[in-house]
C-alpha cells in the first residue's frame, strides 16, 4: 500500500507554493497585525475543565473512506455540536483529501460557535499558521510525522507568538520525544497515518511516554462511550472523535446521544 501521508505532504508543498502566490505571506502578517490582543478561547483550558472533553470533528471526506457526509454544512454541524455538548470542535481545512476549507471555521463562527476550534490540516510551513489565525481557529494540529524536531519547535514557539495554541499530534514511541518541546496539548493519534488503519490500543500504549501533567488527547478510532472511561482512567482529558458523528444523520444528536452513555465516574 502506498503510503498516504506522504501523497499528502507531497501535495499540500505544492499547494501552499499556490497559495503564496495568490497571497504573499507578508499580507497574511498585515492582516493578522489586525488581531493582535484579540481574544481566543482555550482549547487546553477547556479540556482541563470538562466533564467530557469531547472534540468534535467537522470532517466530510477522508482518504480511506472517501465522502462521509458530502452535504455537510459548516453552518449547521459545529454550532449544533456545540447545543449539543461538544467542549472543543476540530475543523478540517484540507480541501483535496478531507473536502475541508478554512471557510468552514469561518462559518462557524459566524454561526455563533464559541467553544475553541482546532485548525486541523498537514502543517508543512508558517504560512498556514498565518491562515489558521485569521481563520478565527483557538489552535492548530502540529503532526510530528510531518516535521523535524526542530521545524516542530519553531512552528510551536510561531503559533504562540500569533495566539494560537498547539495540539501535537504523536502515533509512535520514536514520536513521543516531540513531547519535550513544550506543545499545549499532547495528542496520540490512534490512526496510522501511512496507512490509514486505526487502534485505540494505541493511545493505552503510549499516554506513559508523555509528560505526566501533559493535558493529554487520544485522537481516531473511538467509537464506544465506555472507551471514553477507560481513557480517562489512563490520563486522557481530550477525546478527539469525528466519523462516528459525521456517519450519522443528525451529527449532533449523535454527539447528545453519546455524551449521555459515557459511564459516569
Known sequence: MADILEEIVAFKKKE????????SQAFLESRVEILRNSVTVSMKNALTQSDTGIIAEFKRKSPSKGWINKDASSSVIPLSYQNNGATALSILTDANYFGGSTTHIRMAKASKVKIPILFKNFIIDEYQIYQARLSGASAILLIA???????????????????????????????TEYAELGPDMCGINNR????FETDVNNSFSLVSRLPFDAV???????????????LRQAGFKGFLIGETFMKEPDPGLALSSFIAQIPVQ
Open 16 to 23: 501552499v507554493e499556490r497559495y503564496k502566490k495568490e497571497l
Open 145 to 175: 510525522s510531518c516535521l523535524t524536531k526542530e521545524q516542530c519547535q519553531d512552528f510551536i514557539n510561531k503559533a504562540h507568538e500569533l495566539e494560537l495554541e498547539v495540539l501535537l499530534e504523536m502515533h509512535t514511541e520514536a514520536e
Open 192 to 195: 496510522n497515518l501511512g496507512t
Open 216 to 230: 493529554k488527547v487520544s485522537e481516531s478510532g473511538i467509537s464506544n462511550p465506555e472507551t471514553i472511561q477507560q
